[in-house]
Antibody, heavy 123, light 111 residues
Framework: QLQLQESGPGLVKPSATLSLTCTVS??????????WGWIRQPPGKGLEWIGS???????YYSPSLKSRVTMSVDTSQNQFSLKVNSVTAADTAVYYC???????????????WGQGTLVTVSS | QSALTQPPSASGSPGQSVTISCTGS?????????VSWYQQHPGKAPKLMIY???KRPSGVPDRFSGSKSGNTASLTVSGLQAEDEADYHC???????????FGGGTKLTVL
């Protein structure tokens, strides 16, 4: 059974860098069948796609976050990571990692999700 | 990019059918058949209910169905049950510039 687990600090100071890791078990990222992604949800609001990554390191980012986001993949650890720099209170959200589709257009399909981790930006 | 537009709320009585709309543009829903719908109960991660406009993942009841007309996608829940009360989110592939966009979510209440 595929499982995803987010990990990282729950509290980040304004202007600092938010860093999260998603550990995948039950499947190998390097098998190359799927894209993997990050999606966030501010308290009481809707979902927002942050970006997607392929096992090769190919990345796609939300236009609104592109200047502050970096995603990477570590196939040896079966993990992928997210960094958001220069964070503000507006970046406070539950951050989810997810398995996405098998091709370009199917990135809107997230069939396995992590439980989510709340990241609060506050001094 | 603009988010997809969903009504903030919808409701129905047990046994009834409810349809939730998701309106985009000719750049996303109108030109791609990559629309997904998610169910989210409070404090839980979203669950994929529909993908590729009208396909159901294994284990999702056939009471849930999806469709698309022009720039608007729809999720219909038939034979409403108490456990269907949740937030529902739509998403679509938005093309090579936007990639993935979500709607604002619809809170479904079972009366």
């Amino acid at each position: 059974q595929l499982q995803l687990q987010e990990s990282g600090p729950g509290l980040v100071k304004p202007s600092a860098t938010l860093s999260l890791t998603c550990t995948v078990s039950g499947d190998s990222i390097s098998r190359g069948n799927y894209y993997w992604g990050w999606i966030r949800q501010p308290p009481g609001k809707g979902l927002e796609w942050i970006g997607s990554i392929y096992y090769s390191g190919e990345t796609y980012y939300s236009p609104s976050l592109k200047s502050r986001v970096t995603m990477s993949v570590d196939t040896s650890q079966n993990q992928f990571s997210l960094k958001v720099n220069s964070v503000t209170a507006a970046d406070t959200a539950v951050y989810y990692c997810a398995r996405l589709g098998t091709h370009y257009g199917a990135n809107s399909k997230a069939d396995y999700w992590g439980q989510g981790t709340l990241v609060t930006v506050s001094s | 990019q603009s988010a997809l537009t969903q009504p903030p709320s919808a409701s129905g009585s047990p046994g009834q059918s409810v349809t939730i709309s998701c309106t985009g543009s000719s750049s996303d829903i109108g030109s791609h058949s990559y629309v997904s719908w998610y169910q989210q109960h409070p404090g839980k991660a979203p669950k994929l209910m529909i993908y590729d406009v009208n396909k159901r993942p294994s284990g999702v009841p056939d009471r849930f169905s999806g469709s698309k007309s022009g720039n608007t996608a729809s999720l219909t829940v038939s034979g409403l049950q108490a456990e269907d009360e949740a937030d529902y989110h739509c998403s679509s592939y938005g093309g090579s510039d936007t990639f993935v966009i979500f709607g604002g979510g619809t809170k479904l209440t079972v009366l």
